[in-house]
């Protein structure tokens, strides 16, 4: 397809036939160590989606699935308390975000070849990438677990209403308990991040 592209290309801009030439000679011949070549021609710098990135988000997906598959085999009672007070299912990336946009390009692109089994679904409060990480960062100990529990649910999944908690950091007031006691720093195992 790729090459004829450049075919394609080569005969509506004759200025440039020569280009378009050398890269279909680096497909016709498999010239590997050029491929890189092609590649800088199709994509604008800036605008990939980083390996990171794809990472990131099959691991999001993952989480996500793990935690719908349990929640769908709980009791009714069971299930509506923790669908009702957590946030257990995907609400998306937000393209207008200039943090989450390729997350939500890659997101797309699964989407578009059926390699994404779950749908996103909208919140009164959609969550944000923030969130997101924040909640990768609680399922990482269960990540090798072919099941959750409720338990688990609970330690990974946001709590509803604790959104703005993930997004600004918690200050802490020592200077009462420091005074004539040498002072101690616990790190907190919650993670607390900026919305910048």
Same mark, same amino acid.
């Given at each position: 397809?790729?090459?004829?592209?450049?075919?394609?290309?080569?005969?509506?801009?004759?200025?440039?036939?020569?280009?378009?030439? +050398?890269?279909?000679?680096?497909?016709?011949?498999?010239?590997?160590?050029?491929?890189?070549?092609?590649?800088?021609?199709?994509?604008?710098?800036?605008?990939?989606?980083?390996?990171?990135?794809?990472?990131?988000?099959?691991?999001?997906?993952?989480?996500?699935?793990?935690?719908?598959?349990?929640?769908?085999?709980?009791?009714?009672?069971?299930? %509506?308390?923790?669908?009702?007070? +957590?946030?257990?299912?995907?609400?998306?990336?937000?393209?207008?975000?200039?943090?989450?946009?390729?997350?939500?390009?890659?997101?797309?692109?699964?989407? %578009?070849?059926?390699?994404?089994?779950?749908?996103?679904?909208?919140?009164?409060?959609?969550?944000?990438?923030?969130?997101? %990480?924040?909640?990768?960062?609680? +399922?990482?100990? +269960?990540?090798?677990?072919?099941?959750?529990?409720?338990?688990?649910?609970?330690?990974?999944?946001?709590?509803?209403?604790?959104?703005?908690?993930?997004? %600004?950091?918690?200050?802490?007031?020592?200077?009462?308990?420091?005074?004539?006691?040498?002072?101690?720093?616990?790190?907190?195992?919650?993670?607390?991040?900026?919305?910048?």
């Amino acid at each position: 397809m790729i090459f004829n592209q450049f075919k394609l290309f080569s005969i509506l801009e004759p200025s440039n036939k020569e280009s378009y030439k +050398y890269y279909m000679d680096i497909l016709t011949e498999g010239i590997i160590k050029h491929y890189p070549d092609i590649l800088e021609c199709i994509c604008s710098e800036g605008d990939e989606v980083q390996s990171e990135i794809s990472d990131e988000v099959d691991l999001l997906i993952e989480m996500f699935n793990k935690i719908e598959s349990a929640v769908n085999f709980m009791e009714k009672s069971q299930k %509506r308390i923790i669908t009702d007070k +957590y946030h257990v299912h995907f609400n998306g990336f937000d393209p207008d975000n200039n943090k989450e946009i390729q997350h939500y390009t890659y997101f797309n692109f699964l989407k %578009r070849y059926g390699e994404v089994c779950g749908e996103e679904r909208s919140d009164a409060f959609n969550l944000s990438l923030h969130h997101y %990480r924040w909640m990768i960062k609680k +399922y990482e100990p +269960y990540m090798h677990s072919n099941t959750l529990s409720v338990k688990q649910i609970k330690r990974i999944c946001l709590k509803k209403g604790d959104e703005s908690q993930v997004l %600004r950091p918690v200050y802490r007031d020592f200077s009462e308990a420091a005074v004539g006691h040498g002072m101690h720093v616990i790190k907190e195992p919650e993670l607390y991040l900026h919305d910048n």
